[in-house]
């Protein structure tokens, strides 16, 4: 079968004739001694003709969404959603079937490679562990800092595990997917209302009327797939009844799109409208008005929103006597200087319409008990600026990066790739060349989902405790490495304390270990040990409770507590807000290297290849811009170009800018290509210590170019040119 192991050796490690068949097909433990090998080399388990499916994780976001990949010959030729995985129930979105071309992208880094004045050179692993090991015994736990992305939580926790055993600070958590969510501030907002540290899932599917404060759940909100699943129930759930959903954002998305209403709120007055219908929602049901409510004056919020008084009175009315009315937080609402005051009203808005822990309203995701004292971010930007002091002035002296790009991903008036200069030894465990990983002494290159082992901790998005696994679905292509196992090659290769504080032999080992804990757990899966547990879950792609169930919120009566909201604050004197928003194609940005997602249309303004800069058309008219004119968008902290897109849904004195173009890096189809919105932004932060994203004005300047924007609308449809 291969090298290492005869059949007959194989098969006894699988202990029982089921076992045997699901490791055949690379479902368990021991398939990490099963060379997954291309036709030039076929593996006797892999028939002419016949294709191969494994189960596993998409790592494109931190949804954890279980997909199932075809593959064929012993490549990977096909990616479908798991049918069986809570989150997804069998659905994939864009992002999930591209992750093929991160797979087979021709921009990859091979082999570990040493970086000096600007030469890439190959070294082997052996120097690579020798290296790890010096930056983690050589120089002092307090010197050392790990920088991760929001995925995988399984190299989350054996770091955290590691730093503990060192005695240093645990690994720090961030990502600008995660901060366009406003993850940091709405957790914060859920752990003051709810009382608990957790992010809040909103029963949109059991609901008959939906308000969304900023919350793009069909795009890029938490996790579109399972909140697009619920919009449809919502929408269909009942016969001769179809829910409402009104969307209060300054910037049309698809969700508002969706929406029976959209409404043009101005920036940082989400809160205050949302105060504003919880007085008059209190007023509609008759009885004294809650504490929380008392002080809200109908007629301010109205003016400062821009939304007249009879559209609130009206709203109100609809929320009031619905059977299940429910209230989104997220997104650019919570993005402001008041964002955490206005992630509490929402919150607290679905307290007076009593829905917490109730169908169509207000839960909480039970996380699966798998390292319960490895505390995942994600962190705030407070956090990462600390972080950024601490290499600026010396105190850092190795710095592990991995899952995230922060030289493209932070603002950068932070300064972080100044202060780069100041960290004797950066080592970058990126499989693509990205902006920081060539700013890094070392880049040893981590496999890429489709090749790994891990798993995701479904924080939200499931109907139950879930946890999604991921395994390695064809052969590493190249001489990469899992950076689990070469982390824990450092540590047996340094001894001593270290080695007995991590006692694991490699990256299997620490996942069926990890996952002790569940094989007692009722789910999905019945073992009696954990070879046998671990040949299922990665059989079905995860385990998952056996019955639906989330958690009530238990609440610390917020209705009892006055509700005030502190006026918004902007950087920058600017004529413009600004809108920057997490393209639903491109992501974080890490999706810019594959083709498949650059070509696919963007879904309001059909955008394809770049960056663009929605103006509304009556504002562009005053300032004498036409599409393509590419303008120079300039605040009081950076600047960049690109062409304008007259975009009739948002407001006048609103502009809005993609997030996921303009690397520098990252490969072929990402470098020079558009613009990065990021270099604009300032650095308020909101009530919770995470970056303000939609708090920085903008100046528009002509530049008296022009630049086409491929795109797939029909001129003549959408704006009538050519009919005159």
Not at 81 to 99: D, E, F, I, M, Y
Not at 144 to 169: K, N, T
Not at 359 to 370: A, D, E, H, K, M
Not at 595 to 616: A, F, K, R, S, Y
């Amino acid at each position: 079968m291969t090298e290492k192991l005869s059949r007959r050796d194989f098969l006894k490690l699988t202990a029982a004739g089921a076992g045997a068949t699901a490791v055949l097909t690379g479902c368990g433990p021991a398939s990490r001694y099963v060379v997954r090998s291309p036709y030039a080399e076929m593996p006797e388990y892999t028939y002419n003709g016949q294709s191969t499916f494994y189960a596993t994780t998409c790592r494109e976001c931190p949804a954890g969404c279980g997909i199932v990949v075809r593959t064929h010959q012993g490549r990977a030729l096909k990616i479908e959603g798991n049918p069986s995985h809570p989150v997804n129930l069998g659905k994939t979105c864009s992002r999930g079937q591209a992750a093929l071309q991160g797979l087979y992208n021709p921009d990859r880094v091979e082999a570990p490679q040493a970086l000096a004045a600007g030469d890439r050179q190959e070294i082997d692993w052996d120097r690579a562990i020798r290296v790890v090991r010096e930056a983690l015994i050589g120089n002092r736990p307090e010197e050392i800092a790990f920088l991760l992305g929001p995925s995988p939580d399984h190299l989350y926790d054996l770091v955290s595990e590691i730093m503990r055993s060192l005695g240093g600070p645990a690994p720090l958590c961030y990502g600008t997917q995660a901060l366009f969510e406003a993850r940091a501030t709405l957790v914060q907002a859920t752990a003051q209302v709810l009382n608990r540290t957790a992010l809040p899932f909103c029963d949109l599917g059991g609901s008959d009327v939906a308000f969304s404060f900023g919350a793009n759940f069909l795009e890029t909100w938490l996790s579109p797939l399972a909140y697009g699943r619920g919009f449809a129930r919502m929408r269909r759930g009942q016969v001769g009844r179809r829910g409402f959903l009104v969307q209060f954002e300054p910037r049309l998305s698809q969700t508002g799109a969706a929406a029976d209403e959209w409404i043009a709120v101005a920036p940082g007055t989400e809160g205050l409208v949302a105060l504003a219908l919880g007085r008059l929602v209190a007023e509609a049901r008759g009885g004294l008005v809650p504490a929380a409510y008392r002080e809200v004056d109908v007629a301010t919020a109205a003016e400062a929103s821009g939304v007249p008084e009879g559209t609130l009175t009206r709203l109100a009315g609809i929320f009031a006597n619905a059977e299940h009315p429910l209230a989104v937080p997220g997104g650019a609402a919570l993005g402001h200087v008041n964002g955490l005051e206005a992630a509490r009203a929402v919150l607290t808005l679905n307290a007076l319409a009593g829905n917490l822990g109730q169908p169509g309203g207000v839960f909480l995701t039970p996380v699966p008990n798998v390292h319960p004292d490895s505390r995942r971010g994600p962190d705030t930007l407070v956090e990462i600026n600390a972080l950024i002091g601490r290499m600026r002035s010396g105190q850092v002296k190795a710095l592990f990066v991995h899952g995230i790009n922060p030289a493209f991903e932070l603002p950068a008036a932070l300064g972080f790739t100044a202060a780069l200069e100041n960290v004797p030894q950066i080592i970058s465990f990126a499989s693509f060349p990205d902006e920081t990983a060539l700013l890094a002494d070392y880049i040893f290159p981590d496999h890429t989902p489709l090749e790994s082992w891990g798993y995701q901790k479904v924080r939200t998005g499931s109907d139950r405790a879930a946890l999604s696994g991921a395994q390695p679905v064809v052969v590493p292509f190249h001489n990469t490495r899992a950076t689990v196992d070469v982390l824990l090659a450092a540590i047996q290769a340094a001894g001593g304390d270290l080695a007995a504080g991590v006692p694991y032999s490699d990256e299997v080992d620490f996942l069926q270990q990890s996952l002790l804990t569940l094989v007692q757990e009722a789910g999905n899966i019945a073992a009696p040990e954990i070879r046998t547990f671990m040949t299922q879950f990665q059989q079905y792609g995860g385990w998952w409770a056996a019955e639906a169930g989330l958690d009530a919120p238990s609440t610390p009566a917020p209705l009892e507590r006055p509700l005030r909201l502190i006026e918004p604050e902007f950087a920058g004197e600017g004529e413009f807000h600004l809108h920057v928003y997490p393209s639903p194609i491109l992501g974080d940005g890490a999706g810019a290297n594959r083709p498949w997602l650059q070509e696919t249309p963007d879904p309001m303004t059909t955008v394809m290849w770049n960056t663009w800069v929605e103006i509304n058309p009556e504002t562009a008219d005053e300032l004498g811009l036409e599409d393509n004119d590419v303008v120079r968008v300039a605040s009081d902290f950076g600047a960049i170009e690109a062409p304008v897109y007259r975009y009739p849904a948002i407001r006048r004195d609103t502009i809005a800018i993609p997030f996921g173009q303009g690397h520098t890096a990252l490969g072929r189809y990402a470098d020079g290509r558009g613009a990065n919105p990021v270099a604009l932004l300032g650095l308020k932060l909101t009530g919770a210590g995470d970056l303000a994203f939609a708090a920085t004005r903008v100046r528009l300047e002509k530049t008296g170019r022009t630049s086409i924007l491929a795109r797939l609308e029909s001129r003549i449809g959408v704006y009538g040119e050519g009919l005159e």
